[in-house]
Each structure stands twice: as structure tokens, then as C-alpha cells.
């Protein structure tokens, strides 16, 4: 079965902290790694994207760690701010599967002022 | 960047009849779209994936004859609920795939 594990269920941070986002895969070759932000009764919003031959990317205040043998990835939201409050989504693409994503559970986000 | 526009953003129908929603890409054309279903403070699921001028493929689960689609054109897919019950009541999403993959606003579906 493809599964993304993603962790915390919720967090909350004050202004200017770092919170931390983790996924993790198992079981099924993934070759893209997609971050989302939604707001509530909205689409997700693309974030910041990698691919498994790159171990880190920066995009802005966010950044994605990549760790391909642990099978894991995660978000890091610098200088976080209350806007940026919202449930954050990972995903992984299969390869070979049409080019579907495969969601993490959601991880709703709150930045106290 | 790419836009997928989709509509309506909200409906409410009456159980028992047919919803149609619509998914567009508006600055680029999408062989392929896919469409969800979230539930609230849940994650998206995959429902199918919709191929233009071939059959939609299904995720496991999924009622096809409920859940119809179809994809005539590069720019235009539809998601049809048919004989809606209030257990189909959910947030619908569509995206695209373009450079990445860019979703649309959300339908907002009610029965009751």
C-alpha cells in the first residue's frame, strides 16, 4: 500500500520560530516531493518541491530536507510569521503511476503573534 | 504560472440529483488532471485520474457509475456526482499538472 506518514498532527509556534514538518515514505519508489499550503476552503498552494538526487532545498523562508536512504523528508519554515498559520500538506509522486500524488495526513499549523 | 480554474465553488443540491463540476486549465493545456476529495481537517484523497479522450482511471474504492468524468477537451475536465446523498457531501479538487501540479479553488459540495 503507498503511504506518506506526516508528523505532528498540529503544532504551534510563537513568531519567528522554526517549526519543523516531517514526512515519511515507505514501500514505493517516489520521485517528486511536493510541500502545500491550504487555507481553509481553498485548493492547496504549491510551496516548494524536490527531487530524491537533492538532499536540501531553499525556497524563501521554506526549506526542504531530503534524506533518501531514511526515506524521509521534511519542511522548515523560517522567521515564521501568523500568516503563514494554515495546514500544510506533503505528497510524493510514485514513479510510473500517471503522475498522481500521494498526500501525507496534514499537519495544521498556528504562529502565535 | 499555471491557473486551473474551477467551478462552482459552492453548491447545495438536493438528494437524489446530479452535480456537475468543472476543472479548467486557463494558460496551458492538461492531458492529464486528477481530481480529490477532502473531508474537514482531513488530507486529500485521489479519487481518479482524468485522461483527455480516454476513460478516467479510479482509485480503488471509488464508484466510477457515482463518480463520472469526462475529459473531451485539453483544457476542460468534469466531475459529475450522480444521484447525490448526503454522505457525498465534501470538498472537491481538481489540479493539473503543468511544471508541477497547481490545484483549483475547491467545490464545496452539499446535499441534503
Known amino acids: 500500500q503507498q503511504q506518506v506518514k506526516q508528523s505532528p498532527q498540529s503544532l504551534i509556534v510563537q513568531k519567528g520560530g522554526i517549526p519543523i514538518i516531517n514526512c515519511a515514505y515507505e514501500?514505493?519508489?517516489?520521485?517528486?516531493f511536493p510541500w502545500y499550503q491550504q487555507f481553509p476552503g481553498k485548493g492547496p498552494a504549491l510551496l516548494i518541491a524536490?527531487?530524491?538526487?537533492?538532499s536540501e532545498k531553499k525556497e524563501g523562508r521554506f526549506t526542504i530536507s531530503f534524506n533518501k536512504s531514511a526515506k524521509q523528508f521534511s519542511l522548515h519554515i523560517m522567521d515564521s510569521q501568523p500568516g503563514d498559520s494554515a495546514t500544510y500538506f506533503c505528497?510524493?509522486?510514485?514513479?510510473?503511476?500517471?503522475?498522481?500524488?500521494?498526500f501525507g495526513q496534514g499537519t495544521e499549523l498556528s504562529v502565535k503573534p | 504560472g499555471a491557473v486551473v480554474s474551477q467551478h462552482p465553488s459552492r453548491v447545495i443540491c438536493k438528494s437524489g440529483t446530479s452535480v456537475k463540476i468543472e476543472c479548467r486549465s486557463l494558460?496551458?493545456?492538461?492531458?492529464?488532471m486528477f481530481w480529490y476529495r477532502q473531508f474537514p481537517k482531513k488530507s486529500l484523497m485521489l479519487m481518479a485520474t482524468?485522461?483527455?479522450?480516454?476513460?478516467?482511471?479510479?482509485e480503488q474504492g471509488v464508484e466510477k457509475d457515482k463518480f463520472l468524468i469526462n475529459h473531451a477537451s485539453l483544457t476542460l475536465s468534469t466531475l459529475t456526482v450522480t444521484s447525490a446523498h448526503p454522505e457525498d457531501s465534501s470538498f472537491y479538487i481538481c489540479?493539473?499538472?503543468?511544471?508541477?501540479?497547481?490545484f483549483g479553488s475547491g467545490t464545496r459540495l452539499t446535499v441534503v
Open positions: 489540479s493539473a499538472r503543468e511544471n508541477g501540479y497547481t
Open positions: 514501500n514505493t519508489a517516489f520521485d517528486y
Open positions: 524536490i527531487r530524491p538526487d537533492v
Open positions: 505528497a510524493a509522486s510514485p514513479i510510473n503511476q500517471g503522475g498522481k500524488l500521494i
Open positions: 494558460d496551458f493545456q492538461a492531458t492529464t
Open positions: 482524468s485522461n483527455e479522450g480516454s476513460k478516467a482511471t479510479y
